[in-house]
């Protein structure tokens, strides 16, 4: 069997858990599965070998814009006062962002954005 445990998951829930993945039902949150769709269709996609083009996520106009910016260095602050938006906006996106490119790092993102071939529009 193969499941997933949290690592913010308590310790008073481990057997359960654990128990749960043996029996096959794995309770996951809507971002978790999201991701796990997301990757399904991409490795479902016809030719998806190793060198296979990925499928573009779909990103919106702010976090194209979020992205090109991180690509420049700047940090949340700096893309929130550029975008003319608030810090805790900016962090969303920036978070939708990592989401989509399923990247761990804002690092990643230039990465991720040319293996898809995305520009800001």
């Given at each position: 069997?193969?499941?997933?445990?949290?690592?913010?998951?308590?310790?008073?829930?481990?057997?359960?858990?654990?128990?749960?993945?043996?029996?096959?039902?794995?309770?996951?949150?809507?971002?978790?599965?999201?991701g796990?769709?997301?990757?399904?269709?991409?490795?479902a996609?016809?030719?998806?070998?190793?060198?296979?083009?990925?499928?573009?996520?779909?990103?919106?106009?702010?976090?194209?814009?979020?992205?090109?910016?991180?690509?420049?260095?700047l940090?949340?602050?700096?893309?929130?006062?550029?975008?003319?938006?608030?810090?805790?906006?900016t962090?969303?996106h920036?978070?939708?962002?990592?989401?989509?490119?399923?990247?761990?790092?804002?690092?990643?993102?230039?990465?991720?954005?040319?293996?898809?071939?995305?520009?800001?529009?």
């Open positions: 069997m193969i499941g997933y445990i949290p690592s913010t998951a308590a310790l008073a829930d481990l057997a359960r858990q654990v128990l749960e993945i043996h029996s096959g039902e794995q309770v996951c949150s809507g971002r978790v599965a999201a796990l769709l997301r990757r399904i269709a991409l490795t996609s016809p030719g998806s070998g190793h060198n296979a083009p990925f499928a573009v996520p779909a990103l919106t106009k702010r976090e194209r814009q979020a992205a090109e910016l991180i690509r420049t260095g940090s949340d602050k700096e893309i929130a006062r550029r975008l003319n938006i608030s810090l805790a906006t962090k969303s920036v978070h939708n962002l990592l989401g989509k490119l399923n990247a761990h790092r804002r690092s990643e993102v230039a990465t991720h954005l040319s293996e898809y071939g995305q520009h800001s529009r």
